[in-house]
């Protein structure tokens, strides 16, 4: 069965650092692009940062650049999103997803559809 399993989400005061995981089971995540997601109440779904597959290039939303770092270990079949000087605004249920095709360094030719396999999500809230 095909799976992906986000895990780390939780609260946090504004600065303070989480790390997400996303776990593969299923599948070979070495073989995907994987993408973190994010979605606020009320507000589309975003991309936050991607890895790719075959040469590790990275993608990262302007709203995160300097501050996330997205990482995969493939001997462990995990990707992680180290997420640092936290927001606010970076509240959100936070998601990871894998596509067999995306190239990350030209992530804006992708969309979310792009994305075949979705985890169920973590919870990251940010608040004083």
């Known amino acids: 069965q095909v799976q992906l399993v986000e895990s780390g989400g939780g609260s946090v005061q504004p600065g303070g650092s989480l790390r997400l995981s996303c776990v593969a089971s299923?599948?070979?995540?070495?073989?995907?692009?994987i993408g973190w997601f994010r979605q606020a109440p009320g507000k589309e779904r975003e991309g936050v940062s991607c890895?790719?597959?075959?040469?590790?290039?990275?993608y990262d939303a302007d709203s995160v650049k300097g501050r996330f770092t997205i990482s995969r270990d493939n001997a462990k079949n995990t990707v992680y999103l180290q997420m640092n000087s936290l927001k606010p605004e970076d509240t959100a249920v936070y998601y990871c997803a894998a596509s067999a095709w995306v190239y990350c360094r030209t992530y804006n030719y992708y969309t979310v559809a792009d994305f075949s396999f979705w985890g169920q999500g973590t919870q990251v809230t940010v608040s004083s």
């Open positions: 890895i790719s597959s075959s040469d590790g290039s990275t």
């Open positions: 299923g599948f070979t995540l070495d073989h995907y692009a």
